[in-house]
């Protein structure tokens, strides 16, 4: 059964205000209430969004004009086609799923160069070179 849930503007003009949003419990009940092409519209936009977030936060941020021309000749010399996520990535792609940054995995590496996992460590070196050669 579906739920109820009051939510306020924080900020802005119309602070203080609220407003209820109706919380589905199962895709079935989503298909009954809004129709099977409302719901699939509301899941392929969230999808595109959540994507678009994903690869617009694996670009280098704050280059300035030079270093933004290196980075994008380099995207578009891997990158013939200026597809940045491929329809193969698309297909592997869910949205629980989160990519380990280079300073997690620089992280991980400094404790298993700690732990006496030499081997592991320059791996996980080499992942993190690897990312940040890409971007």
């Keep these: 059964m579906a739920t109820y849930n009051v939510q306020e503007y924080k ?5 203080g205000f609220k407003f209820t949003v109706k919380q589905f419990d199962s895709a079935a009940e989503a ?5 099977e092409s ?6 392929n936009q969230q999808v595109a969004s ?22 994008q000749s380099r995207l578009q010399e891997k990158h013939h086609d200026g ?7 698309a297909d592997k792609w869910k949205p629980d799923q989160r990519e380990l ?15 006496g996992k ?16 890409e971007a």
């Design 83 to 89: 597809i940045l996520f491929s329809s193969d990535d």
């Design 101 to 115: 940054t280079p300073t997690a995995m620089f992280k991980l590496a400094q404790a298993a160069f700690n732990s």
């Design 31 to 35: 298909v009954e209430a809004i129709g």
């Design 38 to 43: 409302n719901v699939l519209a509301l899941l």
């Design 50 to 71: 959540r994507i678009r977030a994903k690869v617009k936060n694996s670009l280098p941020k704050g280059l300035n004009e030079d270093d933004l021309k290196t980075q």
């Design 118 to 133: 030499i081997e592991e460590g320059n791996d996980l070196l080499k992942q993190m070179a690897s990312m940040m050669g």
């Design 11 to 15: 900020d802005g003009d119309w602070k």
